[in-house]
């Protein structure tokens, strides 16, 4: 539930189109809905501006789709993180209008397209290998309301490719880099532009990139200021965090 719900609700209350009892039976579930299995978290928005989002792996397929039916009742857009095909088709069948992202491993429910923020998020990855994360990453931001570009497969291995899009980075307002192997390109792009960097190490690489840990750590050395890293191959909290840099406060509450 959002804020112009609840001043909905309040509003209906006033001119005596609802009840008291009724709001209060809507407002006893506003924290949150016990499933027996799960605590949905209704209140999340009203607090982050954006609805409890559904991490797939390890869940049990009815327990996916009763949680996303269950959010589905009074919120507008859904996001769950690394969901499989078979995962998709199950919701699908009890809620027509998700979609699913093969790249990005998501399924979105998208009720309410209207943009928010300052500007554009700009996502760069170093190679087409990166895809899946930079996907989630840009799809997360989307959902958020937030305007999204991309400049896939512009790594420091041919840097031309990179400093041949200058435009897009000095158009945008956060950047998300995605890379993996030595995961040099967060400090270069850092180096080049005025606004926050999001580094998003990928498990992508030869042996000693150690499903990531090497250009974690690469990024983490970062001489470049500016550069914020989060987890490995973590494109939903890159997204996430470039959306919230993105709002402003007033929007974020909307």
Do not use: W
């Not at 719900?5 to 009840?19: Q, S």
């Not at 949150?32 to 949905?40: E, R, S």
């Not at 009815?62 to 996303?68: G, K, Y």
């Not at 943009?115 to 996502?123: A, D, E, N, P, S």
């Amino acid at each position: 539930m959002d804020i112009e719900k609840i001043r909905k609700l309040l509003e209906d209350v006033r001119a005596g189109e609802k009840g008291i009892e009724d709001a209060v039976l809507e407002l006893r579930r506003l924290p949150y809905d016990d499933l027996g299995f799960a605590k949905v978290d209704h209140h999340r928005r009203l607090r982050r501006g954006f609805p409890e989002v559904i991490y797939c792996p390890g869940k049990a397929l009815e327990h996916i789709v009763e949680i996303m039916r269950n959010l589905s009742e009074k919120e507008c857009n859904i996001l769950a993180t690394r969901a499989e095909p078979y995962v998709f088709e199950a919701v699908k069948k009890v809620l027509p209008d998700a979609e699913y992202h093969a790249l990005a491993r998501c399924i979105v429910i998208n009720r309410d397209r209207r943009r928010r923020g300052l500007g554009k998020i700009l996502i760069i990855t170093a190679g087409t290998a990166d895809l899946p994360v930079a996907e989630e990453a840009a799809l997360t931001a989307e959902l958020m309301g937030s305007s999204v570009d991309k400049l896939y497969d512009a790594g420091v291995a041919g840097i031309h490719r990179l400093l041949g899009n200058r435009d897009m980075l000095d158009e945008a307002n956060v950047i998300v880099v995605v890379a993996g192997m030595e995961g040099a390109l967060a400090s270069v792009v850092g180096g080049l532009v005025r606004v926050p960097v999001i580094a998003v190490p990928t498990s992508v690489g030869y042996g000693a990139n150690f499903q990531g840990l090497a250009p974690l750590l690469t990024m983490l050395n970062s001489c470049a200021s500016g550069v914020a890293v989060v987890n490995i191959d973590n494109g939903f909290g890159a997204g996430y965090m470039a959306a919230l840099i993105n709002m402003t406060k007033e929007e974020a509450l909307k």
